[in-house]
Nanobody, 126 residues
Framework: EGRLVESGGGLVQPGGSLRLSCEAS????????MNWVRQTPGKGPEWVSGIDRRAETYYSNSVKGRFTISRDNDQNTVYLQMDSLTPEDTGVYHCAGRRSIGTLVAATEQNLYHAWGQGTQVTVSS
């Protein structure tokens, strides 16, 4: 069974940066599209970013230009570099993996993924 473990969350001031990491195990990481989905207070889950098995990257409009997703298949790890953070970025960030079907699926529902992490808390506040 696939396992994903996120790290790198924390408290940061507006305008600051954080780098999230997600280490995968138990499945063929290189064959999976990897995504970040966040749960923000008072709102439903929001798909944030994804990277497919060819390392093509995708972003939601709310983070485009501020966040950068990348992956290291040798380390079975996906990263999310978050810059120019705002309080609206506060939430629990989940890493999610889905076996590639050729087109990245930007889903928010956990049951549409083959692997889902417990999440890491990001708080942006002064």
């Amino acid at each position: 069974e696939g396992r994903l473990v996120e790290s790198g969350g924390g408290l940061v001031q507006p305008g600051g940066s954080l780098r999230l990491s997600c280490e995968a195990s138990g499945f063929e990481f290189a064959k999976y599209d990897m995504n970040w989905v966040r749960q923000t207070p008072g709102k439903g889950p929001e798909w944030v970013s994804g990277i497919d098995r060819r390392a093509e990257t995708y972003y939601s409009n709310s983070v485009k230009g501020r966040f950068t997703i990348s992956r290291d298949n040798d380390q079975n790890t996906v990263y999310l570099q978050m810059d120019s953070l705002t309080p609206e970025d506060t939430g629990v960030y989940h890493c999610a993996g889905r076996r590639s079907i050729g087109t990245l699926v930007a889903a928010t529902e956990q049951n549409l993924y083959h692997a889902w992490g417990q999440g890491t808390q990001v708080t942006v506040s002064s």
